[in-house]
């Protein structure tokens, strides 16, 4: 079975960074490098929205409210997904999850980050 432990949020101050992990463990040891990974956020009463990805090259993109801001890196040897968020705005405040992004696995309980203004 699975398992995704997202870590690394907090209360910071806007302006402030923060750096998440994604730790995948379990039976997707032989799977992880091949797949594209993924976090996400929920804000308050809102959906869920992919905020970066990452492909198994390595390429990356992100949703346009947070470029040049955070960045997406991983560590197949560790099985790792990292998220490194800078300059962070209020409007950033939410629980983060990262997931395998085309073939979606059981969702963590994810990272509560909030940023005070």
């Known amino acids: 079975q699975v398992r995704l432990v997202e870590s690394g949020g907090g209360l910071v101050q806007a302006g402030g960074s923060l750096r998440l992990s994604c730790a995948a463990s379990g039976s997707i040891f032989s799977y992880f490098s091949p797949r594209d990974w993924a976090w996400y956020s929920q804000a308050p009463g809102k959906q869920r929205e992919l905020v970066a990805q990452i492909t198994s090259s390595r390429n990356t993109d992100y949703v346009n409210s947070v470029k040049g801001r955070f960045t997406i890196s991983r560590d197949n040897s560790k099985k790792m997904v990292y998220l490194q968020m800078n300059s962070l705005k209020p409007e950033d405040t939410g629980v983060y999850y990262c997931?395998?992004?085309?073939?979606?696995?059981?969702w963590g309980q994810g990272t509560q980050v909030t940023v005070s203004s």
């Open positions: 997931n395998s992004l085309k073939e979606p696995l059981d």
